[in-house]
């Protein structure tokens, strides 16, 4: 089993940045995918970026497109979700999970960290 730990939330106004990251234990980090998701108060989990062992593949929500970026350095076992131009719908608790195959869909997912607050005001 992987140990997934995220880090990196806060407080902050629209426009303004933030980069979350998610260390995992473990010697195998780059054999699986990592994905980020979030979720808001009274909705669904919801995919919003992932990444593959290599980082030869990242996918997109269509809602981050544009603003979020989603890297991994593998020597230090972790990823990273750069988000830019944050707005205050992107409010959420933002968790990491591996995959064995890059994917969108939560049900590929598994190791869930704790998650970090990201709170955006207007």
């Known amino acids: 089993q992987v140990q997934l730990v995220e880090s990196g939330g806060g407080l902050l106004h629209a426009g303004g940045s933030l980069r979350l990251s998610c260390a995992a234990s473990?010697?195998?980090?780059?054999?699986?995918?990592i994905g980020w998701f979030r979720q808001a108060p009274g909705k669904e989990r919801e995919f919003v970026a992932a990444?593959?062992?290599?980082?030869?593949?990242?996918y997109y929500a269509d809602s981050v497109k544009g603003r979020f970026t989603i890297s991994r350095d593998n020597a230090k076992n972790t990823v990273y979700l750069q988000m830019n131009s944050l707005k205050p719908e992107d409010t959420a608790v933002y968790s990491c999970?591996?995959?064995?195959?890059?994917?969108?869909?939560?049900?590929?997912?598994?190791?869930w960290g704790q998650g970090t607050q990201v709170t955006v005001s207007s």
């Open positions: 473990g010697r195998t980090f780059s054999n699986y995918a």
């Open positions: 999970a591996r995959s064995w195959i890059i994917s969108t869909k939560i049900q590929e997912y598994a190791d």
């Open positions: 990444i593959s062992g290599n980082s030869g593949s990242t």
